[in-house]
């Protein structure tokens, strides 16, 4: 028998069921809403909030596509949709839904925005992580490449020569030699593209040669003839084993240098007195010009009589920026 209940009354009691956790009931409760009124854009975001708690993320992102068709200023809409994108391992689209959502939240002075900049900073996080494997796997796959066309020019050369000749040894060490310089050289030329040192480390390891005790460069696609035997701790040799290239933990910013309206490293920050947060000059200053005087964060009345420069963030901000030049693209 159909429900002789309004679509409005199916949503408070989808409400009352949310309160108690039944979230089962509560989605029952909100989608009979939306047969009843599907142009209400609150039912449809009511159902996503009960998706996201049960982790149904591609049900979030269904509603809420429908609620910010609805309602192209929803803030909990694209927040919501955002979570779920971030939820699936795709940063850079929650980035965008959840700044759209802070733009609005800050638009509507919504008492939301603290709960967004929380997820906001991380989803940033993620998306530059994201950008970062990119580019570690991007260069050591160069780097891979272009060691292995090293060991096979010197693999030639290797067979080119005559093992029966009385200077064959000494032609085999300096092509040896020649082999470490230009993996060497290489290791520097991956270094300069801006990836950590641990990106091409585990292709150096110490070998005892004789007295010496020096670092050679072994790429992965080391030839046996050039590649000595390693000794054990009893003296024994034991095969070589190719190294596995390990990438380094991503870069990243602490948050307490990021300004909390651009989530951008921040060049100028200046202190608000209401709250003690933190902000760029610049971006405070464009907020209040939108006839916003109020923390964006705390959400207390502000002006800009009530901020002071922040000297020692200042510092500590360009102190990161000048041991971490990567981070001007952050």
Known sequence: MASTMTAEQHKLRGNDFFKVKDLDQAIHEYSTAIVKDPKVAVYYQNRANCYL???????????????VELD?????????????????GQPSEAYSLLKKSY????????????????????AKKQRWIEKERRTIAQVSDTYRYLSGLIEQDIQRQVEALDRNSMDYQDALADLRAEREEK??????M????GIADENVRPYVENRNNGNNNRNGVISP??????????????????PYKKPILVPPAPREVPDFLLDKITFELMHDPVLSIKSGISYERSTLLE????????????????TERDVLPNRALKEACEDFLAKNGWAVDY
Request: include cysteine.
């Open 221 to 238: 696609e080391a030839s046996p003839e050039l590649t000595r035997a390693t000794q054990n701790t009893n003296g024994q040799e034991e």
């Open 103 to 122: 733009e609005l939240a800050l638009e509507q002075r919504s008492a939301f925005t603290k709960e967004i900049v929380a997820i906001i900073s991380e």
């Open 287 to 302: 907020h209040f010009s939108y006839g916003r005087m109020f923390d964006p964060v705390a959400q207390v009345p502000m």
């Open 190 to 193: 991956t270094q300069r593209a």
């Open 72 to 88: 192209k200023k929803s803030v909990k809409g694209y927040y919501f949709m955002g979570k779920a994108q971030l939820e699936l």
């Open 53 to 67: 708690k049960l982790e149904k993320y591609s049900n979030v992102i269904s509603d809420c596509e429908r609620v």
């Open 183 to 188: 993996l060497r050289q290489l290791e520097t």
